[in-house]
C-alpha cells in the first residue's frame, strides 16, 4: 500500500486532471488501493474542493505555510509506509511511478525522478543558477546527484520523518532531503524522467528560493559533515596567502608577504577548527 502526497497552492486548474489520472496510472499498473493526500497549502481558489471532487483526501492548511511544510504534513498524517510526493501542476509524468515504486522495492531508500528536456532546461537565467546549486550540493555529498531538487520521489515514511527538523518548510525540502540521505548514507537512485511544462505560473520566487537553498546547504554542511565546510574555507584562505605570495615575488613588497602569511595562520586555525567540530559532530551522533 502506497501513499501519495501532493502539495498544492492556487492550482484549481491542474488539481483535478492531476488527481484523476495518477488514479487512472495506477489503476492500470494494478497499483490498487492507493491513497492520494493533497495538502491544500492556503489556498485562495478552488483548489481543495476541487482535489476532494477528483476523489483525494483533503488537508487543509489554514494559511500558505510552505511547499516543505506541506509535505511535511502529508507524509506525517499519510496511512501508509511507502511515500510518493509529486507536484500538483502536471509537470512530472505520472505514468513513471509505477516505474519508480518498481526501483524502490529492490531496496533503495529513496528513488528520485531525474528530470531532463527542454521544459526543465528552461530559462538562460535559471538554467546557471540550477548548475551552481547543482556544483554546491555534490562537492557537499561527494558524488555527482543529477537532479538535486526534484519533486517525484518515493521513499519511507519511517525512515524520512527522523529527518524532519533539518529539512526546509520551503522549495528547499527535497534539496535537503537530497542531502540528509546522502550524508547519513541512505541509498539514493536516479531515475531519468520527462518533465513537463506546468499549468498555470510558477510559485518559485528565483532569487528568493535559491539564497533559501543556499543556505540549507550550507545548513546541511554544518550538520552532518561540518569539516567539508571548514576545508572550503581553508582552502580559500590558503589560495589567498599562496596569492600574496607569488604578489610578493612579483615585486609588491612585504604588505603582500604579510598579508599572505596572516592568510595561511587563518587557514591553518580554521582547519583546527573544523577538526574539533567535526568531532564534537561525531560524539553528539553517538548519543
Not at 145 to 157: A, Q, Y
Not at 202 to 216: A, G, H, I
Request: charged share 20%; aromatic share 8%; proline share 3%.
Amino acid at each position: 500500500m502506497i501513499s501519495i502526497v501532493i502539495p498544492a497552492f492556487n492550482e484549481e486548474n491542474a488539481i483535478a486532471d492531476t488527481v484523476a489520472t495518477l488514479r487512472s496510472r495506477l489503476d492500470a499498473a494494478g497499483i490498487t488501493g492507493a491513497e492520494v493526500v493533497v495538502v491544500d497549502d492556503g489556498s485562495s481558489d478552488r483548489t481543495g474542493e476541487r482535489a476532494v471532487g477528483a476523489g483525494a483526501r483533503v488537508l487543509r492548511n489554514l494559511e500558505n505555510l510552505g511547499y516543505g511544510f506541506s509535505l511535511k504534513r502529508g507524509i506525517t498524517e499519510a496511512a501508509n509506509d511507502t511515500i510518493v510526493i509529486s507536484d500538483a501542476d502536471g509537470t512530472y509524468p505520472i505514468d513513471r511511478i509505477p516505474d519508480l515504486l518498481s526501483r524502490y522495492r529492490e531496496g533503495w531508500d529513496m528513488v528520485v525522478g531525474a528530470r531532463t528536456g527542454s521544459h526543465y532546461r528552461e530559462s538562460a537565467i535559471k538554467a546557471p543558477l540550477r548548475r551552481l546549486l547543482q556544483g554546491l550540493v555534490e562537492f557537499t555529498a561527494g558524488r555527482s546527484i543529477p537532479d538535486p531538487n526534484s519533486g517525484l520521489r518515493v521513499f519511507s515514511r519511517k525512515t524520512i520523518m527522523p529527518f524532519f527538523p533539518h529539512l526546509s518548510d520551503r522549495f528547499s525540502f527535497t534539496t535537503s532531503s537530497t542531502l540528509g540521505y546522502m550524508l547519513k548514507k541512505k541509498t539514493v537512485l536516479y531515475v531519468p524522467i520527462d518533465y513537463h511544462k506546468r499549468i498555470g505560473s510558477s510559485k518559485v520566487r528565483l532569487v528568493r528560493d535559491s539564497l533559501r537553498t543556499l543556505q540549507y546547504i550550507v545548513s546541511a554542511i554544518a550538520y552532518y559533515n561540518p569539516l567539508k565546510l571548514f576545508i572550503l574555507l581553508a582552502g580559500i584562505l590558503a589560495a589567498f596567502g599562496v596569492g600574496g605570495f607569488i604578489a610578493a615575488a612579483l615585486g609588491a613588497g612585504e604588505a603582500a608577504i604579510s598579508g599572505g602569511m596572516v592568510a595561511v595562520v587563518a587557514a591553518v586555525l580554521v582547519f583546527a577548527i573544523g577538526l574539533l567540530a567535526e568531532q564534537i559532530n561525531q560524539i553528539s551522533l553517538k548519543e
